[in-house]
């Protein structure tokens, strides 16, 4: 019982720690991958979409309090959205195979970084343009590394255990 | 309890989560449209609570990866210092009478205070970072921020123990530059919170490769800090002035330690804080 209110924070803190640790190491030509965001989908495919806003919440969160504090909430806004609409294919009633749920990672990666550059206030050529030199490499990575985590995620331990 | 919990439940299941979804954003515009005042204060509770200690685990973590390589660029540098600390000595003993004779001011006489970089911004644009020393520490807001290499930033917000580090990257940090060959004075601002850039007159004949120091103007830090040199030059809107793309001396998100001068800003600084 304790093991099912921890996974999630645990989980949670694993995806931090690999961000600010593990993410710098294997980072290309500046571009690395992002685990909060591998967190959150896989957060939203398995319960859904309240728990996926939650998580969000709180993640985005934490990510705006080490950000300018001019742009506090845009992370908490494009995390709770990611949250929501990822935990609309929630598995319980959908039936995903791991190359449709590594896209729907790439996908809310994008409307992640779309609501965060606009809640942020970029102006339209920039936001055009760290789409493509950031928000699609960063995106592409990230569905790589977010690919294994899900194989072992989704088929390993955490497999159809609902609370 | 039992009522409150299904109750809860019961609001959560509408619209499949849309209450708690637009709950939740409504909270999170409302961070956002929050007074700068208010988002201070939230951050400050935030980090002083929660955040400080769990960035300090995480750091600790990351710090024992970076050890054993540390150690072997240590001994590098050490075999390499001790070279020039035999030059040193010599250029030391010329640059005192060279100092007796043009009465040299020491800008940079400030007590220095070293840190450890405790906590980053997990996202992907590092602005800030925080840093284990404080007010105990004698730190202060506005206080320069360096390393080895050249500069780093200033310190944005302290408390007792611990300090953030607003970065040269943070497009809210902008400040006056020197072309260290042509001491041309230009302008250095950060470019999608990621990329430096610096507005320089046209006709000073600035070139790639020039290097950047801080003009000293500005009233925040000292004049002569390192920041970068220049890596391309493009055209602005203005004729009279172009574009450089700056490549810092330092990796941002690789730094460890870091210096802080213990240099309060000037005067007419301080007035505008107020």
């Given at each position: 019982m304790i093991w099912l209110w921890i996974r999630f924070p645990l989980l949670f803190l694993v995806a931090v720690v690999m961000q600010t640790t593990v993410s710098k190491w294997i980072r290309i030509f500046d571009?690395?991958?992002d685990f909060i965001i591998i967190f959150i989908v896989l957060i939203?495919?398995?319960r859904g979409p309240v728990v996926g806003?939650?998580?969000?919440?709180?993640a985005g969160f934490a990510l705006d309090v080490y950000a300018p504090v001019e742009w506090l909430g845009a992370h908490t806004i494009s995390m709770v959205v990611l949250g929501f609409a990822v935990g609309q294919l929630e598995e319980r009633f959908l039936t995903l195979n791991l190359g449709m749920k590594i896209g729907v990672l790439g996908l809310g990666f994008f409307i992640c970084d779309i609501v965060y550059y606009l809640a942020v206030g970029f102006e339209r050529g920039i936001v055009f343009n760290l789409l493509?030199?950031?928000?699609?490499p960063e995106s592409l990575y990230t569905m790589v590394c977010g690919g294994v985590a899900f194989k072992f995620l989704f088929e390993g331990n955490l497999k159809n255990k609902h609370v | 309890m039992f009522k409150i919990t299904r109750f809860l439940k019961a609001i959560a299941s509408i619209g499949h989560g849309l209450v708690v979804f637009i709950f939740l954003l409504f909270l999170a515009v409302i961070i956002r449209k929050a007074d700068v005042m208010v988002k201070n204060s939230i951050v400050t509770t935030a980090l002083s609570t929660i955040f400080y200690p769990v960035q300090s685990v995480v750091s600790s973590i990351d710090d024992f990866y970076g050890k054993s390589i540390e150690n072997e660029q240590l001994k590098r540098e050490n075999a390499k210092l001790r070279v020039e600390l035999f030059r040193a000595k010599e250029g030391l003993q010329e640059l005192s009478r060279l100092h007796k004779l043009v009465r040299f001011e020491n800008q940079w006489d400030y007590p220095i205070v070293t840190a450890r970089v405790v906590g980053r911004n997990p996202g992907r644009f590092l602005t800030t970072f925080i840093i284990n020393r404080g007010k105990n520490h004698?730190?202060?807001?506005?206080?320069?921020?360096f390393s080895m290499r050249g500069l780093v930033g200033k310190i944005s917000k302290v408390e007792w123990n611990h300090a953030s580090v607003q970065l040269l990257v943070d497009p809210n940090l902008k400040l006056s530059v020197m072309e260290k060959r042509t001491r041309v004075i230009g302008?250095?601002?950060s470019v999608k919170g990621r990329n430096l850039s610096a507005m320089i007159p046209t006709n000073a004949g600035v070139k790639t490769g020039d290097t950047l120091i801080t003009s000293g103007l500005g009233g925040i830090f000292p004049k002569g800090i390192e920041v970068g040199v220049v890596d391309d030059i493009h055209k602005s809107d203005l004729e009279v002035m172009r574009y450089m793309d700056i490549l810092p001396f330092q990796e941002f998100s690789l730094l460890e330690e870091v210096f802080v001068m213990q240099k309060e800003p000037d005067w007419i600084v301080r007035e505008m804080l107020k």
């Open positions: 571009i690395g991958p939203a495919l398995r806003a939650l998580w969000g919440f709180f493509l030199t950031q928000t699609l | 004698g730190l202060k807001e506005e206080m320069p921020v302008f250095l601002e």
